[in-house]
């Protein structure tokens, strides 16, 4: 399942869905992204810019080498742009496997690959206007490490 | 040819994109780049340091070296932030 949506979602009915009808699965592994404001660094929302037609397309790609990769019996992202303010969640990767290691994984390795592969571009918005967040080096260096 | 521009790319060239016709040595993404750039200053300032950027034709992210013809949509990506 691939979701590219600009509406909120409930991370534990998303979860529920997930998991159903695979008695096969030993374990399931869910990261929940969210919008932080910080005292440091107050921001009122996050704006986010997406291709959708790309960003399905390469999610669709970046899930195919996971689920190969780690043995996933299924895996999930859903992803959302548009204007999130603080606390909202932002996107969820879910994966489920026949064990742990290949769960958490395969959830790692996603985040990793969405962190710099899927088009999708965050804006902070602050009392002081918006800002473009910057790539950091340590998202590429986090995706190198699982090689080709 | 139908190019996009995205997120502060977008911002600083002040639209989503362009209609253009590169002439026929034009064959690659990356010989595109270049004419787009010799054609227009602000996307040339813009991408100073290209090898940031991705590129993607009809939807797809392709190597800088990929072949091109007038009917694709190539888009100019700048470094991805989502997760």
Redesign the interface.
């Known amino acids: 399942m691939i979701i590219i949506s600009n509406a909120p979602f409930d991370p534990g009915a998303l979860l529920t869905a997930f998991q159903a009808n695979h008695p096969e699965a030993g374990a399931a592994v869910t990261f929940t992204?969210m919008v932080r404001s910080t005292l440091d660094r107050p921001i009122t929302a996050l704006i986010?810019?997406?291709?959708p037609?790309?960003a399905?397309?390469?999610i669709a790609t970046i899930r195919a080498a996971a689920i190969a990769r780690f043995n996933l019996i299924d895996a999930a992202i859903l992803?959302r742009y548009g204007r999130l303010v603080p606390g909202e969640p932002?996107?969820q990767v879910m994966t489920l496997a026949s064990h742990r290691q290949a769960a958490f994984d395969g959830a790692q390795y996603l985040?990793d690959y969405?962190?710099?592969?899927?088009?999708?571009?965050?804006?902070e918005e602050t009392a002081a206007g918006t800002e473009?967040?910057?790539?950091k080096a340590a998202?590429d260096t986090a995706r190198d490490r699982w090689g080709q | 040819m139908k190019i996009l521009y995205f997120a502060w790319l977008r911002e600083r060239l002040n639209r989503a994109g362009d209609d253009v016709s590169p002439p026929a040595e034009v064959k690659t993404l990356a010989d595109l780049i270049t004419w787009l750039r010799a054609n227009d200053e602000a996307l040339d300032l813009a991408m100073a340091n290209p090898k940031q950027f991705k590129l993607s034709k009809n939807a797809r992210i392709v190597p800088w070296e990929t072949p091109i013809a007038d009917a694709d949509t190539v888009a100019i990506l700048p470094p991805m932030t989502g997760g």
């Open positions: 992204g986010l810019e997406c291709y037609e790309l399905q397309n390469e992803h932002i996107m985040m969405l962190k710099t592969d899927a088009p999708f571009w965050k804006q473009w967040v910057e790539a998202d």
